[in-house]
C-alpha cells in the first residue's frame, strides 16, 4: 500500500467522509491497543487520505477514554505526515461566535488523567526510553496556514490564532473554571486538542486543528449554558464546511515538502542508545527508527 501522507481526525459531529472514493476499511493493531474505529482509506481528487472518526463511529467513546496513542499511531503506520483534527470547541471571548471556526496557535492543557506520551510507559511495554520533546508551539504553522485558507475558500467565518485550553470532560466547565479560562486569555475550550497534538509532535507528524465554535461555554451573561443539543445542532449545521474545507486542504497539500516536524524527535531521546530495550526499539520503530 502506498504511503498516506494526509490524515484527518474526526470529531462531534464529523464521523465519515462522503468525499474519498475508492474507499476500503482497515482496522489496525498498535502496541497500545486498537484505535476507535476503522481507518477509513481513499482518495480525495485523486490524493490518498485516511479518515478516523475519533469517538468511533456512532460517538461510543468519551474524551478520558480515547486511545489516543493508538489512534495518533495507527496514523503513523499509514504513513501520514500532516494531520488535520476537526474539533467542536467552546468560545471563551465575544469575538469567536457559534457557527464560525478558529484555527488555534496555541494549546493549555487542563487534562488529569490521560497518558499523554507514546514514551516511557511501563504498562505499553515501552519503559526504559525517556524523549523530551518540544512542543513550544504545538500546532504546525504551515498546517494551520493551509487549513485556515482552506476554511476562507468556503466563504466561512475563519479566526486565526488564539490559545485552545483542553480540559478532562466529559462534563462541561463550571462558571467559575469558565470565567478563568476567559479571564486568561483563552479563546476557545475543548476536550480533545490534548493529547493529540502532543503525540503528533512525537510521531513527527504537523498537526492543526479546525475548531468548530458550537457555544459560548458558561461564562456568557446572556446566553444559555452548553448543552449537547446545542452543540450537536450547530455541529450539523457546520458539517459540510468542515468536510469542504479538508478538500481544499488536500488540494493544497498534493505538493506538499516533507512535514518540517519529521526530525522532532531527533535531539529528544535523552536515553543512551546502547541502553534502550531492544523490544522496546522494536515496538516503537516506526517512531524512533530513523535515530537508532
Known amino acids: 500500500m502506498d504511503p498516506i501522507r494526509i490524515g484527518v481526525i474526526g470529531g462531534s459531529g464529523v464521523y465519515d467522509m462522503a468525499q474519498l472514493?475508492?474507499?476500503?476499511?482497515?482496522?489496525?493493531?498498535?502496541?497500545?491497543?486498537?484505535?476507535?474505529?476503522?481507518?477509513?482509506?481513499?482518495?480525495?481528487?485523486?490524493?490518498?487520505?485516511?479518515?478516523?472518526?475519533?469517538?468511533?463511529?456512532?460517538?461510543?467513546?468519551?474524551?478520558?477514554?480515547?486511545?489516543?496513542?493508538?489512534?495518533?499511531?495507527?496514523?503513523?503506520?499509514?504513513?501520514?505526515?500532516?494531520?488535520?483534527s476537526i474539533s467542536a470547541c467552546g468560545s471563551l471571548q465575544p469575538q469567536y461566535k457559534p457557527g464560525d471556526i478558529v484555527i488555534p496557535d496555541q494549546l493549555f492543557d487542563r487534562t488529569r488523567l490521560r497518558k499523554l506520551s507514546f514514551f516511557d510507559d511501563p504498562e505499553a511495554g515501552t519503559a526504559g526510553l525517556v524523549v523530551h520533546v518540544s512542543v513550544a508551539d504545538p500546532f504546525c504553522a504551515y498546517l494551520s496556514q493551509?487549513?485556515?485558507?482552506?476554511?476562507?475558500?468556503?466563504?466561512?467565518?475563519v479566526h486565526r490564532g488564539g490559545t485552545f485550553v483542553t480540559i478532562e470532560g466529559p462534563r462541561f466547565s463550571t462558571k467559575a473554571e469558565s470565567r478563568v479560562y476567559q479571564q486568561s486569555g483563552f479563546a476557545i475550550v475543548g476536550m480533545t486538542a490534548v493529547p493529540e497534538a502532543f503525540l503528533a509532535r512525537e510521531a513527527g507528524m504537523s498537526y492543526a486543528t479546525m475548531a468548530h465554535v458550537t457555544d459560548y461555554d458558561v461564562w456568557h451573561q446572556t446566553e444559555a449554558?452548553?448543552?449537547?443539543?446545542?452543540?450537536?445542532?450547530?455541529?450539523?449545521?457546520?458539517?459540510?464546511?468542515?468536510?469542504?474545507?479538508?478538500?481544499?486542504?488536500?488540494?493544497?497539500?498534493?505538493?506538499?515538502?516533507?512535514?518540517?516536524?519529521?526530525?522532532?524527535?531527533?535531539?529528544?531521546?535523552?536515553?543512551?542508545?546502547?541502553?534502550?530495550?531492544?523490544?522496546?526499539?522494536?515496538?516503537?520503530?516506526?517512531?524512533?527508527?530513523?535515530?537508532?
Open 21 to 84: 472514493a475508492d474507499v476500503r476499511e482497515l482496522r489496525l493493531d498498535t502496541p497500545f491497543g486498537a484505535p476507535s474505529d476503522a481507518y477509513v482509506v481513499g482518495r480525495i481528487e485523486g490524493t490518498p487520505v485516511a479518515f478516523l472518526p475519533r469517538h468511533g463511529r456512532g460517538h461510543r467513546i468519551s474524551p478520558t477514554q480515547l486511545n489516543s496513542r493508538a489512534n495518533v499511531f495507527g496514523f503513523k503506520q499509514l504513513g501520514v505526515e500532516y494531520l488535520i
Open 225 to 292: 449554558p452548553v448543552t449537547v443539543e446545542m452543540v450537536v445542532r450547530q455541529l450539523l449545521a457546520n458539517a459540510e464546511v468542515a468536510k469542504q474545507a479538508v478538500v481544499n486542504a488536500v488540494v493544497a497539500l498534493r505538493a506538499a515538502p516533507p512535514t518540517p516536524y519529521a526530525d522532532a524527535l531527533k535531539d529528544a531521546i535523552i536515553t543512551h542508545r546502547a541502553t534502550i530495550p531492544p523490544a522496546v526499539a522494536a515496538r516503537l520503530h516506526p517512531l524512533i527508527g530513523n535515530y537508532l
Open 146 to 157: 493551509v487549513v485556515g485558507d482552506a476554511v476562507a475558500a468556503t466563504g466561512h467565518k
